[in-house]
């Protein structure tokens, strides 16, 4: 059982809708439809996760951008730069990789 008529809302709506559900805090007294998935087809269920994962991936992108003063531009870093010790490679890499994903 799903609701045909979700199906055609605008994705924007429907991504809209899922954001104010997770900032509520799930546990929200106002209906969200990203709270009652059983009415989203499955179709509808894949093009909000679809939408969820570029959004978080232009977050995690986007993140790393500084901006260079010098030549007036953002400037991103690809890279992870771990300075650790060859004594403790595995421990302390673990360690910074916890430490930096908090």
């Given at each position: 059982?799903?609701?045909?008529?979700?199906?055609?809302?605008?994705?924007?709506?429907?991504?809209?809708?899922?954001?104010?559900?997770?900032?509520?805090?799930?546990?929200?007294?106002?209906?969200?439809?990203?709270?009652?998935?059983?009415?989203?087809?499955?179709?509808?269920?894949?093009?909000?996760?679809?939408?969820?994962?570029?959004?978080?991936?232009?977050?995690?992108?986007?993140?790393?951008?500084?901006?260079?003063?010098?030549?007036?531009?953002?400037?991103?870093?690809?890279?992870?730069?771990?300075?650790?010790?060859?004594e403790?490679?595995?421990?302390?890499?673990?360690?910074?990789?916890?430490a930096?994903?908090?």
């Amino acid at each position: 059982f799903y609701s045909e008529a979700i199906g055609q809302m605008e994705p924007e709506a429907l991504y809209g809708d899922l954001k104010k559900w997770k900032d509520s805090g799930k546990k929200s007294s106002t209906f969200f439809l990203s709270a009652n998935p059983f009415l989203l087809s499955p179709t509808t269920k894949r093009t909000l996760l679809n939408i969820e994962n570029q959004v978080e991936m232009l977050r995690a992108a986007t993140s790393n951008l500084t901006w260079d003063r010098e030549h007036h531009q953002f400037v991103f870093d690809p890279f992870f730069v771990l300075a650790i010790d060859r004594e403790h490679l595995l421990t302390q890499t673990l360690q910074k990789i916890s430490a930096a994903s908090h």
